[in-house]
């Protein structure tokens, strides 16, 4: 395997011999993903894995957390239960006071993108669009970190 670091691309041989790059998506997605759970840390004040991005959040009850301290009481129950209908409905929750707030509908992503794993890079996505419309509006809690 040859590097091109600058690109971030690797040019590897597959088992017929033929060469082929791939570009490493992963590292970038990763990045993004610790910046918000850092971000969920200081907002919530909770202590999260930074390698678990999904594990974090997939109850719903974090988000809803997240949620509940940028816009007290904008979820009103939030569910304890391990049950999936309950963790589902956390989610659920949390993406309605989300578009509440005014993060548009075309940003959020879906229960199942969280809850069945499937889209991880559209949860990340709607987790920093709310953070950077809540500093928009005036969110006195802790800002989004800007890229450097």
């Not at 509940?68 to 391990?82: A, E, F, G, H, L």
């Not at 949860?123 to 509006?137: D, G, N, P, R, Y």
Request: with cysteine.
């Amino acid at each position: 395997q040859k590097l091109f670091p600058f690109w971030n691309i690797a040019l590897t041989r597959n088992q017929e011999g033929q060469h082929r790059t791939t570009a490493d998506t992963k590292s970038s997605s990763e990045v993004l993903q610790k910046k918000i759970i850092a971000w969920i840390e200081a907002v919530t004040e909770e202590k999260l894995n930074s390698e678990r991005f999904a594990d974090n959040l997939r109850s719903g009850a974090l988000l809803c957390k997240l949620i509940n301290v940028i816009v007290p009481n904008s979820v009103q129950k939030v569910n304890t239960s391990p049950t999936p209908y309950t963790q589902m409905e956390n989610i659920n929750q949390f993406l309605e006071a989300c578009e509440k707030f005014g993060v548009p509908s075309s940003d959020l992503f879906t229960t199942s993108d969280l809850y069945e794993l499937r889209n991880l890079s559209s949860v990340a996505h709607t987790i920093e669009k709310l953070a950077l419309i809540a500093e928009q509006k005036g969110f006195n809690g802790p800002k989004w970190p800007k890229d450097t």
